[in-house]
């Protein structure tokens, strides 16, 4: 998935009320500018000097209280690069899709996106998987520790009501999976994060033992843009 435009570099100051982030550009001058990661963005943003990259708004997004450019990656070791856009991990799930790039989801075919599901929730997409269908939700994983990629960053109840949902459909019959979007090159596998959401954990657990399927798509971000690079392993624990 490329970019408009390529990336416009800067350094972080600080975050302030989740969405805002103080950047000082290469010039000197510090703006503020959009970031669309509510989380807490562990192992990402975390520490002033840590470079980011960022997109221009577009003109017809912008009004007098927006930002003119929004947070796009960071970069908390060097040259390793993180996507901290959670809103484009659904575009690049359906180039993922689309184009056959994981193995386990070479037979699906996109029937619907943003399907009403569960108790006045939405799955991301609904697909077709050898006549089956198959609700499949999308995360964005950002987290790292150690060579793990780790989701929720923050205690999610959103999160463990999807899971819950996606149980309930795969009891019914139908096919359910989660595809984790993990947006940075240095993480080999994926977990859920049991010291950040025990109860997100719990819920994967359950989920998973009762059908739900699980997928991961590792990401190279980069200046002009998000490339899918290989899948990876998802495990339930850490061993």
Known sequence: MRYRESLISGTFVRREKRYSV?????????????????????????????PVYLSPVPEREKNP????????????????????????ANALADEVIREKLHPDLAAARILAREVPFG??????????????????????????????????????????????????????????AILFIVQRPDVNHVLPADRIDPAYGKAFRKAT????????????????????????EVRSHNF
Not at 26 to 44: T, V
Not at 71 to 78: A, G, I
Request: with cysteine.
């Open 22 to 50: 103080l950047v000082r550009m290469a010039d000197g001058q510090e703006i503020w500018a959009h970031s669309p990661n509510p989380g807490r963005l562990l192992s990402c943003l975390e520490h002033p000097g840590t």
């Open 65 to 88: 209280t927006k930002y003119r450019f929004r947070v796009e990656q960071s970069e908390p070791l060097p040259g390793v690069r993180v996507g901290i856009n959670p809103l484009l």
């Open 119 to 176: 108790a006045g929730s939405r799955v991301d997409f609904l697909l077709d998987m050898k006549g089956k269908r198959l609700f499949l939700e999308v995360k964005s994983v950002t987290y790292r520790e150690n060579d793990a990629g780790l989701f929720p960053d923050a205690v999610s109840e959103r999160a463990s009501r999807h899971l819950t949902e996606l149980e309930r459909c795969s009891g019914e019959g139908d096919l359910a």
């Open 209 to 232: 033992s009762n059908g739900v399927m699980t997928f991961a798509m590792r990401i190279s971000p980069q200046s002009t843009g998000l490339y899918p690079e290989i899948p990876l």
